[in-house]
């Protein structure tokens, strides 16, 4: 059985939907610029990937705006985008035929905040109903299973950055087990204060004030990352199942995926992303010398880059691959910025070009990879690699394959 992408739904800060996204990555036009939301002026960073021009109600019913956080109607965008994408509506097809597996780091800070405001300003019976599931990171997938009847197997992960690729890797498996067709992805949204405070905590995120030269992976100067909001929601389908429903279009296979966790500090033993590399083309049933172009994660923090660079050097050798992290136009979305690196990796495959790094412009020579800078590169392109990695340990690791014509 091979499971290929049928749909997508693009929720990014430089872009919503597909086209505009991809547009806009290829062109190295950033999404990134001052937090507007609130007064981050006595906060030590200011810069986010802040989707400006989304406006929910028209997108979502009514009724839902009162029970949602912004990443949940993100989301919910996101994965009605992705169905009407692939053709697919979920009154025509059987309910327990269908699944929702998606990711959240975040949680709904916003909604949480705002309720916690009231529950101190007001006392407890001015607090919504709502907060007892809209901050919980298992919300999206509940929604967006609500939303289109969708009663098969579903489930969330959470994964930090690492999240989005497991989401997929588990529809995968969902499909394997017997449900033709599931609804999977991340976005992540937590650019109020509380949401911007607890970014802030974990010492990554870049204070530069220059959107464009604050994010910059694999570069000299990396100084951190900019966060952001958004992300992508793939319908993914048993390809047998797709066409027997008239969908004989894809855009890529997902061909294999693999997750491993990092030894303790002090262990001796190394770091998980190489073996998570090797386990999935592994997976895939694919050797080193088929990956025609890596998506790496691209922290932006100097020590991570160097081992990132280190675990693609020894599966592939000095320069042996293209590596790119289009992510710089959009900040790192957390459990949105897998799925995300998905779509682009599968546009990239469509069209033959891999995306620049946007910003970045000089790597240093020991890392020893072949960084795609300054404009986008063409080249005959049938396999990705993407890359994810979340805080605390969490590799993960897709391969992804153009689809072949059918004759």
């Known amino acids: 059985m091979s499971i290929h992408i049928t749909g997508i739904g693009v929720v990014a800060p430089n872009g919503l939907g597909l086209e505009p996204y991809w547009?806009?990555?290829?062109?190295?036009?950033?999404?990134?610029?001052?937090?507007?939301?609130?007064?981050?002026?006595?906060?030590?960073?200011?810069?986010?990937?802040?989707?400006?021009?989304?406006?929910?109600?028209?997108?979502?019913?009514g009724r839902l705006l009162p029970q949602t956080d912004p990443s949940?109607?993100?989301?919910?965008?996101?994965?009605?985008?992705?169905?009407?994408?692939?053709?697919?509506?979920?009154?025509?097809?059987?309910?327990?035929?269908?699944?929702?597996?998606t990711a959240n780091a975040c949680g709904g800070f916003d909604f949480t905040h705002r309720e916690f405001r009231k529950l101190w300003t007001d006392g407890p019976k001015s607090v919504s109903v709502y907060e007892s599931f809209a901050w919980f990171y298992a919300v999206n997938t509940g929604q967006i299973s609500i939303r289109h009847g969708m009663r098969g197997p579903s489930s969330?992960?959470?994964?930090?950055?690492?999240?989005?690729?497991?989401?997929?890797?588990h529809a995968r498996r969902t499909i394997r087990r017997g449900t033709p067709l599931v609804v999977s992805g991340g976005v992540d949204s937590a650019l109020d204060p509380w949401g911007w405070v607890s970014q802030l905590a974990g010492?990554?995120?870049?204070?530069?004030?220059?959107?464009?030269?604050?994010?910059?992976?694999?570069d000299e100067?990396?100084?951190?990352?900019?966060?952001?909001?958004?992300?992508?929601?793939?319908?993914?389908e048993d390809s047998g199942a797709a066409e027997a429903r008239g969908r004989h279009e894809t855009y890529g296979e997902l061909a294999g995926c693999a997750s491993t966790f990092d030894p303790p500090p002090g262990s001796g033993r190394p770091p998980g992303l190489e073996r998570a590399i090797r386990l999935a083309l592994t997976d895939a049933g694919l050797g080193p010398e088929d990956v025609d172009v890596v998506f790496a994660d691209g922290a932006g923090v100097?020590?991570?880059?160097?081992?990132?660079?280190?675990?693609?050097?020894?599966?592939?050798?000095?320069?042996?691959?293209?590596?790119?992290?289009?992510?710089?136009?959009?900040?790192?979305?957390?459990?949105?910025?897998?799925?995300?690196?998905?779509v682009t990796a599968l546009m990239s495959l469509r069209e033959g070009v891999i995306p620049p790094t946007a910003g970045v412009r000089s790597v240093p020579q020991e890392y020893g990879i072949d960084l795609v800078l300054g404009e986008p590169r063409t080249a005959p392109l049938r396999t990705a690699l993407v890359l994810a990695r979340g805080r605390w340990g969490f590799n993960s690791a897709v391969v992804l394959r153009r689809p072949v014509p059918t004759p």
Do not use: C, N
């Open 221 to 236: 100067q990396a100084a951190g990352y900019v966060p952001g909001e958004g992300g992508a929601i793939l319908v993914l």
């Open 156 to 169: 969330a992960l959470v994964a930090e950055q690492a999240g989005g690729l497991d989401a997929l890797a």
């Open 72 to 101: 949940t109607r993100l989301a919910l965008t996101a994965a009605a985008w992705a169905l009407q994408d692939a053709k697919a509506d979920p009154e025509t097809l059987t309910d327990y035929d269908m699944g929702v597996v």
């Open 23 to 61: 547009t806009a990555v290829l062109a190295g036009r950033l999404g990134l610029g001052p937090v507007t939301r609130f007064d981050v002026s006595r906060y030590p960073a200011t810069l986010a990937g802040q989707i400006d021009d989304f406006h929910a109600p028209d997108h979502i019913p």
């Open 203 to 218: 010492g990554r995120v870049s204070t530069a004030t220059d959107p464009a030269r604050a994010y910059l992976p694999f």
């Open 302 to 342: 100097p020590e991570l880059d160097a081992a990132e660079a280190r675990a693609i050097g020894q599966v592939f050798g000095s320069h042996g691959v293209p590596v790119t992290v289009p992510k710089t136009t959009t900040g790192r979305l957390y459990s949105g910025g897998g799925p995300l690196d998905v």
